[in-house]
């Protein structure tokens, strides 16, 4: 899978593109628009990275052009204006997803995968790690064969760490996919936190194998962190 | 366009002197119109007589005529009989009045001047026989000279008293109109450090007393916000810097010694957990500053006020049970109230948080949707928590305002979560009251306009 990264911050650039090579993708970075526009017409992507502040050329003039010009690749724009005109500007010239400037990475990762997935329909009504068992269509939970009793949300959020087994799930993520929630606020943070806590109990408590842990200061990851 | 003298006082001055020029000038006339018609009534009235006593004469005996000349003292009249002069006074006849006398038939006295500029006032009683004239005249030139002299006097007058206006009214206005300026003085000297001064106040219950009570009022407005806006830049810098002081010195510090990877994955995680907080903390700002400069823009719908306290509720419902509270929702019939939801949600989330924050663990909280007795749509969050003394109540709203330090560090919040929910819910034109006693609760209450 080939990623080009468009921005023009260095540290951003280098921080992406080691992050994004630590997960086997190829990355080729860009600092200026042209060289974007220029890279995106001669070589061939599966995704772009698209920074909208740029010199020289603008993110979003680069990305209208682009799409004028019939390119299908997806673009995930990251952006660090986060008013809804913005958001709507970038959807509206044809970016496929956006991230708000400071982001998670692990966030990204997952927005990254969702993007190169698409259209791929992956119907799954069973998930299992171990011995844990989740079925998502009876909703029933077992452990080593034994029933486990989870409130909704608890559900919730074990069925997207488990669709997400072995990576890192950032709060940011679990605020916007499970809660359906946008703006970040310090109660929703002390909720997922609590909810996280009880699930625990329920899950790994009676166990001596654990299976959810605490990435200090990034979110929570099911399994092994694969690196 | 019209001219408009931009000094108050040079119109004020103009205004009374136009004012009392036109005064002047009407009395003037009305003055000299009077003295005017009372002279030439006292001339006409002689004149009258004088034109009975020969008329009498004649009638009595047309020949005593010369004796009436001399013994009355009438000096110039003439009697004519059908065209015939039947006697003349020489003064009369020397005068030339003839002409004037024939030219004028009517009974009313005229002013007649001989060809030499001589007025005189003459007065002709036609047939008082047959065919029989008579014509009187007297000297008017004493009147003339009187009218003369009395306008002389006023057109000098005038000029002379508008002019006294002018400088009196300049002096008045100039005396009424000090105490503005020494306001305006004031006022330009009252800088953003001297805030606390003030505009003195001589009489509070006259029209400058009540000026300089408004600006003063003004004055305490602008001080007191200026006053928030420092303690919330001071207050910001604090809160972010903290955190960045906490990167700083755990990544230096993890720097000086070489640490195993574990110790690594420690140090780092322990930044991002402080970047997180900054994070967050900029959002709120961001929020905050967002509803100041009216980007907040609410999207207006009609909302069932008890769907959403249920849910807001329902959200925090972990954090109650953690404590083990008993968090209930209070909603009789539907109440309605227009808002954007999100938003609205967003406040009672920070309400209740709040209380589930302050209250002791086995406390109540209460969501309770009502309808006031205004009409208006109300969610009232109550807690039977430690209160909120009276001295906090009104601050309690401001950014990074905490009754106690030391209790919110350990609690964890922002600092930001009320005065969030106010601007938020200020946007939908609701407001927060508060009402609370020291040891006996708190109960935010959420008003909105009813959809």
Known sequence: MRILVVEDESKVAKALSDGLGAERYEVRVASTGEEGFFLVNHESFDLVLLDLMLPGRGGLEVLATLRKRGLQTPVLVLTAKDTVEDRVQGLDLGADDYLVKPFAFPELLARIRALLRRGRLDQVLRLHHDDLEVDLVTRKVTRAAQPLELTAKEFEILEYLLRHAGRVVSREMLARDVWQVTARATPLDNVIDVTIARLRRKVDDPFSNKLIHTVRGVGFVLGQESR | ?451
Request: glycine fraction near 10%; charge should be neutral.
């Open chain 2, 1 to 451: 366009m019209t001219l408009r003298p931009r000094s108050v006082r040079t119109r004020l001055t103009l205004w009374h002197a136009g004012v009392l020029a036109a005064v002047v000038c009407a009395f003037s006339g009305a003055i000299f119109f009077f003295v005017r018609v009372q002279l030439y009534r006292d001339l006409d009235a002689q004149l009258g007589h004088d034109l009975a006593t020969v008329e009498r004469t004649y009638r009595e005996d047309p020949t005593d005529l010369r004796e009436a000349e001399s013994r009355a003292g009438i000096g110039l009249f003439e009697v004519v009989g059908d065209g015939a002069v039947l006697y003349r006074t020489d003064a009369w006849a020397q005068a030339g009045f003839e002409h004037a006398a024939r030219d004028h038939r009517e009974a009313a006295p005229f002013s007649w001047s001989t060809p030499g500029g001589k007025p005189y006032r003459l007065q002709t009683l036609a047939s008082p026989a047959p065919g029989i004239r008579i014509s009187v005249a007297k000297d008017e030139s004493a009147v003339r000279r009187t009218l003369r002299i009395l306008g002389l006097i006023l057109a000098l007058g005038i000029p002379c008293a508008v002019a006294l206006a002018i400088a009196g009214g300049h002096f008045l206005a100039g005396r009424v109109l000090a105490p503005v300026g020494a306001m305006a003085e004031r006022a330009r000297r009252i800088t953003v450090e001297s805030l606390d001064a003030r505009l003195p106040v001589e009489d509070p219950g006259d029209e400058f007393g009540r000026l300089a009570g408004v600006f003063n009022e003004t004055l305490a407005r602008l001080q007191d916000s200026f006053e928030r806006l420092r303690r919330f830049t001071a207050d910001a810098s604090h809160e972010l810097r903290t955190p960045l002081t906490a990167i700083r010195s755990v990544g230096e510090v993890a720097l000086q010694g070489s640490l195993d990877p574990p110790a690594y994955r420690e140090v780092i995680g322990s930044m991002l957990e402080e970047v997180e907080r900054l994070t967050r903390l900029v959002e709120s700002l961001l929020t905050l500053t967002r509803a100041d400069s009216g980007r907040l823009r609410p999207a207006r719908e009609i909302v069932d006020l008890g769907a959403l306290a249920g849910s807001a509720a329902e959200h925090l419902r972990v954090l109650a049970e953690e404590k083990e509270q008993v968090l209930s929702v209070d909603a009789g019939a539907v109440v309605r109230a227009e808002c954007d939801p999100a938003m609205v949600r967003r406040g009672i989330v920070n309400l209740v948080d709040n209380a589930i924050r302050y209250t002791p663990a086995g406390g109540a909280i209460r969501l309770t949707v009502r309808v006031l007795a205004s009409g208006e749509a109300a969610v009232e969050v109550s807690d039977n928590g430690p209160g909120i003394a009276p001295v906090h109540q009104a601050r309690i709203f401001e950014r990074f305002y905490r009754v106690d330090s030391d209790r919110s560090k350990s609690s964890g919040g922002t600092g930001l979560g009320l005065a969030i929910a106010r601007s938020v819910v200020a946007a939908n034109g609701g407001r927060i009251e508060l009402e609370s006693a020291e040891g006996r609760g708190s109960l935010f209450r959420v008003v909105l306009p009813a959809g």
